[in-house]
């Protein structure tokens, strides 16, 4: 006992007397402690003899600092130790010393319940163990070489018995003496290969790059997931004598045999039998374990054999039909009847290599030829196309990890929103994860798939959930720029349509990341591409648009729409395309969000033309003011008439051949983002209101129309038919710009009334004379009756009916 524990005991004994070793609580048998108190030959106090447990000890008195020997031996045991009458201290003889307990059914059930979320995982943990036990007879043959004189393969084999329900796992390891079984199985979280490295790193035998994976102890306990009972039969190369432990699920004790059948023995190493549950008995087809295999342990770096059911073509003779052979012999004798076969399957059970694929990331990546990653990556995604490339290094430093990561040929029909699991997780060639939900990619890079490996990254117990911490963090930004180098290499290379394939699969991802990653917006910016008015047929990145701007431009130029030749026939860009100014067509929904959250790409700034305030750079101030003082009359008679439905009236620099233009507030939304916002099934209509309230109505001063009305202002500002015209104007600008009119029937019906009379009498009189000059029928074709009926004034056909 130590010092520290010794000395508050004491002094708690010598203030309080007897009722202060009350706080030591008594075992659940025991809940009235103490009861009885009796005196030494001093008259001290003494406390009978009681049992106690490890829950049962507060934590205050300092007993946290018990040796673990002693804990270890409790749990082994699962003894319930009588307190002795032993003075603690020579001065002071009032406390007695106490060992820890364990709980060890409590224990059990929660390593059985409540550490492992997924019971397939048994598998990879105890596989996981025999790949220790085979590093382990490999790491200590270099110093003993008579370890491996059996001459045993190193490998492990799992044979699944599904009628019986029993999964056996053998392998060729280092196996285990009766003392080590004691101190291993019979010993909960006693990891023997974290106590193995220790020994190693002590004696400077351990290599920088450790292939065991064992760290917790509770490993081989995950077998009660699935298993009533385990029987674990080892043969250890340092022992002449093979010993069988045996363990049931819901018991607190366990046995030690020696073995004794001849049949049974095992030249080296440990065979588990796992005795099934019966809702699990599913684990004990060949085939699930295969998958299981495949699945968590196909990088292990042993062979892994699973026992499988194969069949080989085989020609068997066939009995003759006595008839047919009757016949045969009635058509006279033959040279030589052949004998008639068939071909049938011969179905047997043997060995099968179930992790042949080979963790390539391990490798040196100038040693992997192209083939070897497409061939990987075919196999380990299942895919049948190779990839459009593949990135392969090796991260150093603060967190050691390797890692291989491919950008698909195609898009899989799957949501952006939806949890993908294209990166899979490995801790020392054995699969952890792949699902991942940001963790060690953002979301719109869910498209990458690849696998990671690490020795030291921060797990559970359970080796199910990676844990938040700066090593993760440090790997994810690693991660996502080699993703971005990837990328960027795709759209480098000299074969412009991998990018171009690669744009169409995964364009919006990328859009994505522009909206939700603003820390990486110099590495996706230079990967987006658009159409634009120069080019219509062919996207384009914003390097070609900066390369391609006019000298004085200064801006680079967009227009948002709903496609690209609603985009080419806007009215905004009319004076641009007279400049001979490029303008990007954004025709994608998620295009105007992507551009506004950049806002600028090497040092200029993305702008709307369809917004206000536009600034070419050709301004003639002298000339702008007298077209301002010449209309500004007919600007603010307009504004009269338009109301709130316009913030003002101005004089448009943008346009050439239409007549006015509707522009949206510099900070409002676009058209085509109220469009799109109109269509949202959550939208809210107060936000909407407020982001299109503001709109400004643009006239072009050259335009016949314009100087019409700015006449008719002038002459006869009340003029019902120019105020009409006003109110055309404004709901025709409405629509070529992009807006959606508030009320259509209102603006077709003055537009049919405006028809109506333009049209009045215009070809009235050219029917008339058209109905005098029509020849006469010739004779033959038709009566006169049906001539007459055939032109009929409307007033007479209402009549008739």
């Known amino acids: 006992m130590l010092g520290a524990s010794r000395r508050s005991l004491s002094a708690v004994a010598r203030l309080r007397g007897a009722a202060s070793c009350r706080a030591l609580s008594p075992s659940v048998s025991s809940p009235d402690f103490p009861n009885k108190v009796s005196e030494s030959e001093h008259g001290a106090p003494q406390f009978q003899k009681r049992s106690f447990t490890l829950l049962s000890v507060p934590s205050s008195f300092g007993f946290h600092k018990f040796q673990q020997s002693n804990l270890r031996e409790s749990i082994t045991t699962n003894k319930r130790y009588e307190s002795s009458a032993a003075a603690v201290d020579s001065a002071d003889s009032s406390c007695e010393k106490f060992e820890y307990q364990a709980e060890v059914n409590r224990l059990m059930d929660l390593i059985v319940h409540s550490l492992y979320s997924n019971k397939e995982v048994f598998l990879r943990e105890l596989v996981s163990n025999a790949s220790d036990a085979l590093d382990k007879l490999r790491y200590l043959s270099v110093t003993e070489p008579d370890l491996l004189r059996d001459g045993v393969d190193l490998d492990v084999r799992i044979q699944a018995d599904k009628d019986n329900g029993i999964v056996t796992i053998i392998d060729s390891g280092i196996g285990m003496t009766k003392q080590e079984l004691v101190d291993s199985l019979g010993t909960i979280a006693h990891s023997g290969t974290a106590k193995f490295l220790k020994a190693l790193k002590e004696s400077q035998e351990a290599g920088k790059d450790s292939n065991l994976i064992g760290q917790f102890g509770v490993g081989f306990y995950s077998a009660f997931l699935v298993a009533d009972k385990v029987i674990v039969s080892t043969k250890s190369p340092k022992s002449d004598k093979q010993y069988v432990w045996e363990g049931e699920a819901n018991s607190s004790s366990y046995t030690i045999r020696e073995e004794t059948d001849p049949e049974k023995l095992l030249p080296r190493g440990t065979r588990l039998a796992l005795f099934l549950k019966n809702e699990d008995k599913g684990f004990a087809h060949p085939e699930k374990i295969q998958k299981l295999v495949k699945n968590y342990s196909q990088f292990v770096s042993f062979p892994i054999y699973t026992w499988q059911e194969k069949g080989h073509t085989k020609e068997v003779e066939v009995d003759e039909d006595p008839t047919e ?53 075919r196999k380990t995604f299942n895919e049948y196309l190779d990839p459009l490339a593949s990135s392969h290094f090796t991260t150093e430093g603060e967190v050691e990890f390797r890692s291989i990561l491919f950008v698909p040929s195609v898009k899989k029909e799957e949501l952006i929103d939806s949890k993908t699991k294209n990166i899979r997780l490995y801790v020392k060639r054995v699969f952890i994860s792949d699902d991942f939900d940001g963790e060690l990619f953002p979301r719109y890079l869910s498209f990458v798939k690849g696998v990671v490996d690490s020795n030291d990254l921060p797990l559970n117990v359970s080796r199910e959930i990676l844990q938040e911490s700066r090593i993760v963090r440090i790997m994810r930004k690693r991660l996502v720029r080699k993703a971005f180098d990837m990328i960027l290499g795709i759209s480098l290379s000299e074969n412009r349509e991998d990018y171009e394939r690669f744009w169409e699969n995964f364009g919006k991802f990328i859009k994505l990341g522009c909206i939700e990653d603003k820390e990486n917006h110099k590495r996706l910016a230079p990967l987006l591409r658009f159409f634009s008015n120069q080019s219509e047929n062919e996207v384009i990145s914003l390097d070609e648009y900066v390369e391609n701007m006019k000298p004085e431009q200064e801006d680079i130029y967009y227009v948002a729409a709903d496609s690209v030749t609603s985009a080419k026939n806007a009215p905004f860009l009319e004076r641009l395309t007279e400049k001979e100014c490029e303008v990007l067509f954004l025709v994608d929904p998620m295009d105007e969000v992507a551009i506004q959250n950049l806002k600028s790409y090497k040092e200029k700034n993305f702008v709307d033309i369809s917004k206000e305030d536009l600034d070419l750079g050709d301004k003639d101030e002298e000339k702008e003011k007298e077209i301002k003082q010449e209309f500004s009359k007919t600007c603010d008679w307009i504004k009269k008439r338009l109301g709130d439905k316009v913030a003002r009236v101005d004089i448009s620099h943008r346009l050439s051949s239409s007549p006015c233009v509707l522009v949206s ?34 006239i072009n001063p050259d335009h016949p129309i314009i100087k019409s ?4 202002c002038e002459a006869n500002p009340d003029d019902p038919e120019a105020l009409r015209a006003v109110d055309v104007l404004f709901e025709t600008a409405l629509i070529s710009s992009g807006f959606i009119p508030d009320n259509p029937r209102e603006l077709s019906g003055k537009i049919y009334e405006m028809m109506g009379t333009a049209f009045a009498g215009k070809w009235t009189s050219g029917s008339a004379e058209v109905e005098h000059s029509q020849p006469s029928p010739l004779p033959g074709t038709q009566n006169n009756e049906a001539s007459e009926a055939e032109v009929v004034e409307p007033v007479q056909v209402e009549q008739q009916k």
């Open 325 to 377: 052979a009757k016949k045969e012999g009635d058509d006279g004798p033959t040279a030589e009847k052949q004998k008639k076969t068939k071909t049938v399957i011969e179905k047997y059970w043997d060995w099968e290599l179930t992790n042949e694929t080979q963790p390539i990331w391990l490798r040196n990546p100038k040693e992997v030829t192209t083939q070897e990653y497409n061939e990987f990556y």
């Open 665 to 698: 507030g510099k900070f409002g939304w676009s058209a085509n983002m109220e469009r799109l916002m109109r269509a949202q099934t959550m939208g809210d209509p107060v936000s909407l209101e407020f982001m299109r309230s503001r709109r400004v109505f643009e």
């Open 709 to 712: 009305l700015n006449v008719a």
